[in-house]
């Protein structure tokens, strides 16, 4: 399984990043696509994903309201849109890979990471 990880970067409070993440190799047909962060100091935590089967989404709450996730099943791509950006949302930022549903927001995750993207949100 490849997952391809772009769109990370250095921005402003209050500005906005957006994430892609394009999945390959894998055998499932149904599956659960998403983010996980790790912020220097601090465990890995789930952030949003998707069902590609359904469209449900599924955010942690620190993000609601803020962060949107998307995909294209076409092109087996997620999106996360992150707006209004704080400095704690600073961290690297995995793309993540499920069989259906997810649970990678619930803690319960079982599946593949990607290599990472650094996102830096200046105050």
């Known amino acids: 399984v490849q997952l391809v990880e772009s769109g990370g970067g250095l921005v402003q409070a209050g500005g906005s990043l957006r994430l892609s993440c394009e999945a390959s190799?894998?055998?499932?047909?149904?599956?659960?696509i998403g983010w996980f962060r790790e912020a220097p100091g601090k465990e890995r935590e789930g952030v949003s994903c998707?069902?590609?089967?359904?469209?449900?989404?599924y955010y942690a709450g620190f993000v609601k309201g803020r962060f949107t996730i998307s995909n294209d099943n076409a092109k087996n791509t997620a999106y996360l849109q992150m707006n209004n950006l704080k400095p704690e949302d600073t961290g690297v930022y995995f793309c993540?890979?499920?069989?259906?549903?997810?649970?990678?927001?619930?803690?319960?995750?079982?599946?593949?990471w990607g290599q990472g993207t650094q996102v830096t949100v200046s105050s």
């Open positions: 998707i069902n590609s089967v359904d469209g449900i989404t």
């Open positions: 993540a890979l499920e069989s259906y549903p997810c649970t990678l927001v619930t803690g319960a995750f079982n599946g593949y």
């Open positions: 190799g894998f055998a499932f047909d149904d599956y659960a």
